[in-house]
C-alpha cells in the first residue's frame, strides 16, 4: 500500500514540472521578439563654402601690401593749365583774342584694410579753378566785346571702400575697385567786363556725387605702387546759389545720372602702404 502511494506522488510531481515546462515555453512564444541591435554608420556631409567670384580668388597672404590690418596713404596732384596764342581763336559765335587759365587739384587720401584685400577709407582734398578771356560775340553784326575773369575754389570729402582682387597669384599686380561718396563745397566769382559796366555773379555750391571707379594697382617698389582709376558710374546732386551785383539771387537744382565712361577723368595716384 505504502509504495501505491509513493508511485502515485511521483506521477503527480512529474505531471506538475512538464505542465510548467510547457507553460514557460507557451509563454515564450507569446513574447515579442528581441531587438537586434545594429550599428549604423555615419553620414558625414559637407558643409558647402559660400559662392561667388570673390571666394574664388586667389588668396591673400600675411606679408602683402593688402593684407588685414595694412594701412594706406597717399596723394594726388591734377594740373591743367590753357592759354591761347598770338592768333585769335574762332569759334562758332565769335572769336577769342586772348584767354587763359587753370585747373588745379590736390587730395590726400588714407585707408585701413578691415580684412584682406578690402580697406575703408577718405580722400579730403582743395582744387582752385581760374581763367580770364577776352572775346568778341558776332563781331560782324553786334560786335560785343568783353573781358570775364572767373575764380573758384572748392573743398570736399570723399569716404570710400575699396576691394583689390589678385591677378595670377602675383604680389605686384592687382586690379580694384572704389566705391565712394564724395561732399564737396565750393564758392566762386564771376565778373565781365564789356567796357561800360562791370557786372558780377558770385556763387555758392554744394554737391553729393557716387560713384564706382575701376582700376589697376602696380606694385613698383617695396611697399609702393602706382594706381590708376577711370569713372564708371556716377548719381550726383547739386544746389546753386547764385548773386548777381549784389541784388538778385537765384537757386538751381541739378540731379544728374551719369552711366558713361568718362575716359577723359584718369585718376593717377602715388599710395604707400604700411
Not at 587759365?101 to 584685400?117: D, E, H, L, R, S
Not at 556763387?203 to 556725387?209: A, D, L
Request: charged fraction near 20%.
Amino acid at each position: 500500500m505504502k509504495g501505491l502511494f509513493l508511485t502515485a506522488a511521483l506521477l503527480c510531481l512529474c505531471s506538475v514540472s512538464a505542465f510548467g515546462a510547457e507553460a514557460d515555453s507557451l509563454v515564450q512564444k507569446n513574447e515579442a521578439p528581441a531587438k537586434v541591435e545594429t550599428s549604423t554608420p555615419t553620414v558625414t556631409t559637407e558643409v558647402p563654402k559660400s559662392g561667388g567670384l570673390l571666394e574664388a580668388l586667389y588668396p591673400v597672404y600675411p606679408d602683402e601690401a593688402i593684407a588685414a590690418g595694412r594701412i594706406q596713404g597717399g596723394a594726388t596732384l591734377s594740373l591743367i593749365q590753357a592759354n591761347t596764342e598770338d592768333d585769335a581763336l574762332n569759334i562758332l559765335i565769335g572769336d577769342v583774342y586772348e584767354g587763359e587759365g587753370y585747373m588745379f587739384t590736390v587730395q590726400v587720401f588714407g585707408g585701413y584694410f578691415i580684412k584682406n584685400a578690402l580697406a575703408v577709407g577718405t580722400h579730403l582734398g582743395y582744387s582752385r579753378t581760374w581763367f580770364d578771356i577776352d572775346f568778341s560775340i558776332l563781331e560782324d553784326i553786334a560786335d560785343v566785346k568783353q573781358q570775364r575773369k572767373y575764380v573758384s575754389n572748392g573743398f570736399f570729402a570723399q569716404p570710400f571702400l575699396k576691394n583689390y582682387m589678385k591677378v595670377l597669384d602675383s604680389k605686384n599686380l592687382y586690379l580694384f575697385n572704389e566705391t565712394s561718396v564724395m561732399v564737396k563745397y565750393s564758392y566762386g566769382i564771376s565778373q565781365t567786363d564789356d567796357g561800360e559796366e562791370i557786372d558780377k555773379t558770385r556763387n555758392k555750391t554744394w554737391s553729393i556725387e557716387a560713384g564706382i571707379n575701376p582700376g589697376l594697382c602696380i606694385m613698383v617698389l617695396n611697399r609702393f605702387a602706382f594706381e590708376t582709376s577711370v569713372g564708371l558710374l556716377g548719381l550726383s546732386t547739386s544746389v546753386i546759389d547764385v548773386e548777381e551785383n549784389g541784388e538778385s539771387h537765384s537757386r538751381l537744382v541739378f540731379n544728374m545720372v551719369n552711366f558713361t565712361i568718362n575716359l577723359l577723368a584718369l585718376d593717377f595716384s602715388l599710395v604707400y602702404f604700411i
